[in-house]
């Protein structure tokens, strides 16, 4: 074959390929790891996210769940990926920025393994019983407590979260020892409250709600610096007399390490316009969140802040806390 032809075969392949590259940047799919069981109040919010943001057509964002040890089996999955892996992880804070200081095994710094990119919502956690402990309020539940030892059982969404210390805290302060029970999220754990096989469940307090109003759990406390709007006749652990205790949490989406600050404020712009579309504030709402973008300045603060806290906090804990 002349070589002329050759060379208008190899412009009509660039041409082509140089065509459909559009096409297949408008398919590109992103992960979007939640750390815990589908069927969450995480995971909800998660999948409302990933539909907001997979509207504009330019990618299409898949929730994936990974759940098991509070996180951090996420949290390894996606610091092991590259930037370009297009992959990215949404978790309580607990999970960034207490899990490296209860579990010896886990060491990670968020500064140097993650790259921080976008808060979604805040909440605060709920200690509820079920009714048939006949507790019905934080009175009732120390008086109990300290002579029954069937109360001296909680659960949680995982070992080494702020459920966790919450529940460790309170036992310190009552002088009562309670045995901690951690499940793999907050679904699994409630379920049991429900049920009767445990006594106490301690939870945000969006993952609470549902069951507290159709009052299959009764809520006695929260850990919120106020009391939460969606239970304002439930008092928080500071107002009960416990400042320690006054924890507020979040949830942001971060991505791997080595993600350029471009992206990083790309992904940030996206998900702080999809926090303001009607159908994900419904969701939140709905769940008892509070909506709470902030720039990806604010929020890589508030990580490291976060981090450094509980750093000095559960200083010393080590696995003491994280078994």
Do not use: C
């Not at 850990?223 to 924890?247: F, H, M, Q």
């Not at 300045?297 to 010393?316: C, H, I, M």
């Amino acid at each position: 074959m002349p070589l002329p032809s050759l060379r208008r075969i190899a412009l009509t392949v660039a041409l082509a390929a140089t065509a459909v590259t559009p096409a297949h940047a408008a398919e590109s799919v992103t992960r979007l790891i939640v750390g815990f069981q589908a069927g969450g109040g995480l995971d909800g919010v998660a999948r409302a996210l990933a539909d907001a943001l997979s509207r504009d057509g330019k990618r299409r964002v898949i929730v994936e769940n990974r759940p098991g040890a509070s996180g951090m089996i996420a949290i390894d999955n996606i610091r092991s990926a590259k930037p370009e892996d297009g992959v990215l992880i949404i978790l309580p804070s607990g999970s960034i920025t207490m899990t490296p200081h209860t579990h010896s095994t886990f060491r990670y710094d968020p500064e140097r393994d993650l790259t921080p990119v976008a808060r979604v919502a805040t909440y605060a956690l709920g200690m509820a019983v079920t009714p048939g402990t006949q507790v019905t309020d934080w009175a009732s539940y120390l008086k109990q407590v300290r002579t029954d030892a069937a109360l001296r059982t909680y659960g949680t969404a995982g070992v080494g979260l702020s459920p966790h210390y919450v529940g460790v805290e309170v036992g310190k302060a009552i002088g009562v020892d309670i045995v901690h029970v951690p499940y793999k999220g907050a679904g699994p754990a409630i379920n049991d409250a429900v049920g009767g096989q445990i006594p106490m469940v301690i939870s945000t307090v969006p993952s609470l709600l549902t069951m507290v109003r159709d009052q299959r759990l009764r809520l006695i406390a929260t850990s919120g610096e106020k009391r939460d709007p969606n239970t304002p006749d439930v008092p928080t652990l500071r107002e009960l007399g416990y400042d320690k205790l006054a924890v507020e949490e979040w949830f942001g989406v971060l991505a791997p390490a080595g993600l350029s600050a471009d992206a990083a404020q790309q992904w940030n712009t996206e998900i702080n316009a999809a926090l303001q579309t009607p159908a994900l504030q419904q969701v939140l709402k709905t769940q008892g969140f509070v909506p709470a973008p902030a720039s990806l300045a604010e929020f890589t603060g508030l990580v490291q802040s976060d981090y450094r806290r509980w750093q000095q906090e559960l200083k010393d804990t080590g696995d003491t806390f994280a078994n």
